[in-house]
């Protein structure tokens, strides 16, 4: 998977390469060609997400990450040509704070926020506990095979 990232607030080149790493596994685990799909990353800050999330969501409140689609169903997403699927917000200063209230590394929590934030990309909702459920199954595969269990 080809992933754009913003030049401000970038994580280390660890992170980066498991992001990298992790985009593929999607991909590849929902039938994709990972070679085939693009996704942009921009990190923010706490500022800037309250601010996304109050204009996008209508909640003012600062949260980890937004996802934004490109295509509106999973089935519109083409197989056979090249398509960027969408953009990817996350919020570093919350993804650190919820590394150390889960316990976990920040290093953790950012490539977990942006393999739930992919899967959303790929046509994923957790609206339900059943599609809540079948998400986190993924994105718990993905985690595990990255080395990056809770």
């Given at each position: 998977m080809n992933i754009v990232f913003s030049d401000e607030r970038m994580p280390g080149e660890r992170v980066i390469g498991l992001m990298r790493e992790a985009g593929g596994l999607c991909a590849a685990d929902e039938g994709f060609d990972p070679e085939r799909l693009?996704?942009?990353?921009?990190f923010v800050d706490a500022?800037?997400?309250r601010e996304l999330n109050r204009l996008y969501?209508?909640?003012?409140g600062v949260t980890d990450v937004l996802s934004f689609p490109q295509y509106a169903a999973r089935a519109e997403?083409?197989?056979?040509?090249?398509?960027?699927?969408?953009?990817?917000?996350?919020?570093s200063e919350q993804a650190l704070?919820?590394?150390d209230d889960f316990?976990?590394?920040?290093?953790r929590e950012l490539v977990y926020l942006f393999v739930h934030s992919v899967f959303h990309l790929l046509g994923y909702e957790h609206d339900s506990d059943g599609e809540r459920s079948k998400m986190r199954v993924r994105e718990e595969a993905v985690m595990e095979c990255l080395r990056l269990t809770r």
């Open positions: 693009e996704v942009s990353v921009t500022a800037e997400m969501r209508g909640n003012d997403i083409p197989k056979e040509t090249y398509a960027s699927i969408g953009d990817v917000v996350i919020c704070l919820q590394a316990g976990h590394s920040p290093e």
